[in-house]
Nanobody, 127 residues
């Protein structure tokens, strides 16, 4: 089992920055690819970003490319999502997720691939 706890959400203004953290426990963190997803009211959960086990490969959905940065600290078992230039459309509950790595580059964008999920943290951006 892997336990994931997100933090860092809150209320932000248009153009502000927030950094989300996801602390993992329970298994060897470096064996897992990590992803961030979000769900806005009335919408499906959507992929935001993912990172492979080593942190060398990162993937983003188009709407956050260039504004968000995913990173990880395998020593401290934490994955981060740095969110810059926030927009109202970024308002959602953000979830981190973990899946056992299958290969070096593995960091899937599909929520169905992930086995472990955090409880989510709310991000609200006002314009």
């Amino acid at each position: 089992q892997v336990q994931l706890v997100e933090s860092g959400g809150g209320l932000a203004q248009f153009g502000d920055s927030l950094r989300l953290s996801c602390a993992a426990s329970g298994r060897t963190f470096s064996r897992y690819a990590m992803g961030w997803f979000r769900q806005a009211p009335g919408k499906e959960r959507e992929f935001v970003a993912a990172i492979n086990w080593s942190g060398s490969q990162t993937y983003y959905t188009d709407s956050v490319q260039g504004r968000f940065t995913i990173s990880r600290d395998n020593v401290n078992s934490t994955v981060y999502l740095q969110m810059d230039n926030l927009e109202a459309e970024d308002t959602a509950v953000y979830y981190c997720a973990a899946v056992l790595s299958r290969n070096y580059y593995y960091a899937p964008p599909s929520a169905r691939e992930y086995d472990y999920w955090g409880q989510g943290t709310q991000v609200t951006v006002s314009s």
